[in-house]
């Protein structure tokens, strides 16, 4: 079995990128399979599955120059691939976590069951360290999580998140552990939770490893209010960078009647909390696509993507390694271009509801919501953030022929 597959053209220069593309129904989707550079010889990992209800394979690419054209021939592999280290995720229901490692290293884990009142990532680690440091070295320049979970300033932060503080007169964003005593919810009475149901898929491989979660948002008195499907993607790519994407879609839940997000400061639609290392109050720099840098100058305002960049690991004797982590909109989200919410003290996210105004899904329709997470070293420019939301916004085409 071998199709041919032409990627390209597009009107922006990639490097370092996962393609995608379609494939006919009756593919054999099972045992190893490589794609081969036509021009190059080049054999590199493919990935086939058919979570999103389409066969499709996925595959790394060094390079695509804008207006470039480049044909692979998609075939089984003989056998698997040495070196090809991809995602991995080990599920632990017994502990209530996913646990993500990138290339055999630890990248993230989602915490999905009680006692958290919501789910979340955490650690967020970004690919930091000197040559040659090691768990031993005094350089503190190890890899570390470049989001924070639980700061005492604000607890119910949690790393990378979604929540909502008013939704239907429930408070679904504050905990009962706040940092000061008579700290009460937002609205209402009680707590709400966004309680963990099934995972539909979870996926490893040599190019992208990720998952399909059901939720669902219950209020104090056991009512369920929203039906929440979310999904994530993590990539493996090479050097010291990482990307994944993370989708939510809301739908109010057969019985429950519209649901609003109130128009609140305190949702999380998403949110994430940038380590204190980096954040503008220690150094970093907060930066949208306009091009506009420091919180108060971003908070509000309307950009394809926020950056939070700074001096991520220091030691006596050493420059600081700089690293950053940047959120960005996906055009398909409602109202895209949005509003950014970012303060100096670390939260980064979209908040539709606080800036457009209360957003009411009416029984059977659904909100998705669209973000990349980018992780890289140096500031937004450096990092090449903004290329990074040209591949996301526009993939590479890709078509396949079948030469069976």
């Not at 990532?121 to 070295?137: D, I, K």
């Not at 990378?160 to 503080?165: E, I, K, P």
């Not at 050493?318 to 055009?331: C, K, Q, S, T």
Request: hydrophobic fraction near 35%; glycine fraction near 12%; proline fraction near 8%.
């Amino acid at each position: 079995m071998r199709f041919t597959i032409e990627l390209g053209p597009t009107t922006t220069p990639r490097e370092n990128f996962v393609a995608e593309c379609s494939l006919p129904g009756d593919v054999d989707l099972r045992g190893a399979w490589e794609v081969v550079d036509m021009e190059r010889g080049e054999a590199l990992a493919a990935q086939l599955d058919d979570v999103g209800g389409t066969p499709r394979v996925s595959w790394f690419v060094r390079e695509l120059a804008p207006g470039e054209r480049r044909t692979y021939e998609l075939r089984f592999a003989e056998a698997t691939l040495e070196g090809q280290r991809g995602i991995t995720l080990h599920d632990q229901p017994e502990n209530g976590r996913v646990v993500v490692y990138y290339g055999g290293l630890l990248q993230t884990i989602y915490h999905y069951g009680l006692p958290s009142y919501r789910p979340y990532f955490w650690p967020n680690v970004a690919p930091s360290g000197r040559a040659h440091s090691g768990v031993g070295s005094m350089d503190g320049s190890q890899p570390k999580s470049i989001t924070d979970d639980g700061p005492p300033d604000h607890t119910w932060h949690r790393s990378l998140w979604y929540a909502c503080g008013d939704l239907n007169g429930v408070d679904f964003y504050l905990e009962p552990a706040a940092m000061q005593e008579g700290y009460g919810p937002h609205v209402g009475s009680g707590w709400g939770r966004i309680m963990h149901r099934s995972f539909d898929w979870q996926v490893s491989g040599p190019v992208w490893g990720g998952f399909q979660q059901r939720c669902q948002w219950v209020a104090p008195d056991g009512a369920v209010l929203l039906d929440d499907v979310r999904r994530f993607r993590m990539y493996r790519l090479r050097g010291r960078i990482r990307l994944w994407d993370i989708e939510a879609e809301f739908t109010p839940h057969p019985g429950a009647g519209a649901v609003t997000f109130g128009q609140t400061n305190e949702n999380a639609l998403p949110l994430m909390r940038v380590a204190d290392i980096i954040d503008e109050w220690d150094g970093g720099t907060m930066t949208l696509s306009t091009g506009a840098t420091g919180s108060p100058q971003c908070f509000g305002q309307r950009a394809e993507w926020a950056d939070c960049s700074g001096p991520f690991t220091r030691a006596p004797g050493h420059d600081p390694e700089i690293f950053g982590i940047a959120m960005l909109d996906h055009p398909t989200n409602r109202n895209h271009p949005n509003a950014w919410f970012v303060r100096g003290y670390g939260p980064v996210g979209t908040n539709l509801p606080f800036f457009d105004g209360p957003l009411t899904l009416q029984p059977g329709e659904t909100w998705t919501l669209r973000h990349r997470l980018y992780i890289h070293q140096g500031y937004a420019d450096e990092g090449g953030v903004a290329a990074r939301f040209a591949e996301y916004a526009e993939p590479a085409q890709t078509t396949a022929y079948d030469e069976r």
